[in-house]
């Protein structure tokens, strides 16, 4: 069973505000869903994994070298941002 | 003037290869027919105002440089609108991206625009592909075109619809759990969910990056066949897809296919059942052999699928911070701009989705939750695996329930998450599947699309394209 801090400090560490309202909705959905996918509690793995769903998947690399021209995508990219000063994103001071 | 939007696609390229109409006029058509019937259908969230340009210079294409046409030359499709198109909105149907303007194709794009395909417009979905209904689109659901006031399914809904009401011939979708067979299969359309790295996801907004896969609705198989051709490929901006050389694989067809009975022995709609006994009857008669298989974990598919799920959701939208792009909501200090602008950008279902996966993900937790149900995965991907050493492929329905109307499941969410008991495993497993539609219900207020589904082994789309075939053979 979750309690209502326990929403709270989930969606603090999810970055969203919620109400008072959302944290009790939330906190019954939250558990009927985990005591649904909790079925997977009973099932015995076996010791050593089976194959992987990922195939034969190995590490794909690229030349250490510059992939483009700096600044080709710049003004793209940052033609997106909320807000901004010449090719930086403007946030919020983080140092007091 | 003859009705182009109810031709294939090759009988569209085959017309215009005889000059008998133009791109222009197959794409005026469809615009006329989304222009009278989008207002209800809400397929569309937008409808490319340069359709017509793209349709011309296609035309230009046929007449001055026939040789070098593809087959989608001057054929309109329709895209989700997660898939970037440089220039154009993509908003996932999020607020969070209501007026983002994607700044790259993706890959698939890139591809389709090369081949002169015309873009007709973005198609509606569940906010950032969280759902299975399309009720979950931050710009109101989309309806059924075989019935009003009925979901389409999901996510891919949008696509489905346009396609099912002849809006387009073909769409594009992508599919995480089941937001192409599960739409394709409630609209009464073919889709298909190709093996995990056939296609590119570069350019596709991440749902589940081990899960999700771009593919193809169409109202035909070969249609569905010659669009997923025209785009799959190894691509060096995604690291996961399958290198070319190893592509070209044959498996031989054994014409066995494999019935999980026990998984299929309750929780499915009479109608559904019906459906399954009649389509393994059809095969037979096109000299199939059923085989009974056990799989005696796939019933832990769909706890495995949304634990993982929650995971890899929560950590691909942890990138919406209202800084580099989306939704901004000013706030006193950057966490309070953090936790506004995402409050304010998401949708219930997402934020929900989040938090669950931040749960799962937790120190205490990670064992018993995300490890564990990796680890499901293997095992569900060896019962799969024993099985093709018997059959070509397992058939399942694509959903266990019909299509619903809309707001019927909105109780809880739990309710909807069971309806993808039988589309999540080939996500798990990364294996392909089909949807086809089979027919409809007789026993409802109105006649609702049921669809069937084939999982094949890796890259085995050729065999699941062959048994759809026979499985909808007149």
Redesign the interface.
């Known amino acids: 069973m979750v309690s209502n801090d326990d929403v709270r400090k989930l969606a603090e560490l999810s970055r969203i505000s919620l109400t008072d309202e959302e944290v009790e909705k939330l906190r019954g959905e939250i558990d009927s869903i985990i005591s649904y996918i909790d079925v997977i509690q009973k099932v015995q793995l076996p010791e050593t994994p089976e194959g992987t769903v990922y195939f034969e998947s190995i590490n794909v690399m690229r030349e250490d070298k510059t992939p483009h021209e700096p600044g080709a995508y710049t003004d793209a990219m940052l033609s997106q941002a909320p807000r901004r000063d010449k090719n930086y994103l403007k946030v919020k001071k983080i140092l007091g | 003037m003859t009705d182009l939007t109810t031709l294939s696609v090759s009988e569209m390229a085959s017309g215009l290869r005889k000059k008998e109409f133009s791109s222009l006029e197959i794409v005026r058509q469809h615009l006329d027919k989304i222009g009278k019937q989008n207002e209800s259908l809400n397929a569309f969230l937008e409808v490319f105002d340069d359709a017509e340009d793209s349709a011309k210079r296609a035309d230009e294409m046929l007449i001055k440089d026939p040789e070098h046409t593809h087959m989608l030359t001057g054929i309109p499709l329709a895209t989700k609108d997660n898939i970037l198109i440089k220039g154009k909105i993509a908003s996932a149907a999020s607020k969070i991206l209501q007026n983002?303007?994607a700044?790259?194709d993706a890959t698939a794009i890139k591809s389709l625009r090369e081949h002169g395909a015309v873009f007709m417009g973005r198609t509606n979905m569940d906010e950032f592909a969280f759902g299975s209904s399309t009720e979950k689109s931050a710009f109101g659901p989309t309806h059924n075109p075989h019935a009003h006031g009925y979901v389409p399914g999901g996510t891919s809904g949008g696509s489905a619809a346009a396609v099912a009401a002849g809006l387009v011939p073909v769409a594009l979708g992508s599919d995480t759990g089941g937001s192409i067979r599960q739409p394709a299969s409630f609209c009464g359309v073919v889709g298909i969910k190709p093996t995990?790295?056939l296609v590119s996801r570069y350019g596709l907004i991440a749902a589940g990056s081990?899960f999700d896969q771009i593919g193809v609705l169409g109202r035909s198989i070969d249609d569905v066949e010659m669009l997923l051709a025209s785009f799959a490929g190894h691509d060096?901006k995604d690291?996961?897809t399958i290198p070319n050389e190893e592509r070209d694989s044959k498996i031989p067809l054994k014409k066995k296919i494999g019935v999980p009975s026990k998984f299929l022995e309750k929780g499915i709609d009479p109608e559904i059942m019906d459906a399954l006994e009649k389509t393994k009857q059809k095969l037979v008669t096109e000299g199939y052999e059923m085989v009974a298989i056990d799989m005696p974990?796939i019933g832990?598919s769909l706890?495995?699928y949304?634990?993982l799920i929650f995971a890899e959701e929560?950590t691909n939208l942890?990138r919406f911070?209202?800084?580099?792009?989306?939704?901004?909501k000013e706030?006193d200090?950057?966490?309070?701009?953090?936790?506004?602008s995402?409050?304010e950008g998401?949708g219930d279902e997402v934020?929900?989705r989040?938090?669950?996966?931040?749960?799962?993900l937790?120190a205490g937790y990670y064992d018993?939750?995300y490890r564990?149900?990796n680890?499901?995965?293997?095992?569900i991907?060896?019962d799969f695996?024993k099985s093709f050493d018997a059959v070509d492929a397992v058939i399942m329905p694509t959903s266990p329930v019909l299509p619903f109307k809309i707001g019927e499941k909105n109780s809880?969410?739990?309710a909807m998450?069971l309806a993808d008991i039988f589309t999540v495993s080939p996500n798990?497993?990364?294996l392909p599947a089909i949807s086809v539609p089979i027919g409809f219900s007789k026993n409802t207020e109105k006649a609702l699309p049921i669809g069937m589904q084939f999982v094949g082994p890796?890259l085995s789309e050729k065999n699941l394209f062959e048994i759809g075939r026979a499985a909808i053979r007149i």
């Open positions: 983002h303007i700044t790259y995990y790295g081990s060096t690291g996961t974990n832990y706890a495995a949304y634990v929560s942890s911070d209202g800084m580099r792009y989306g939704l901004h706030g200090t950057l966490f309070s701009e953090y936790a506004a995402r409050a998401f934020k929900r989040v938090i669950l996966g931040t749960y799962v937790s018993a939750y564990r149900a680890a499901l995965r293997s095992v991907f060896s695996k809880g969410p739990l998450y798990l497993t990364g890796r």
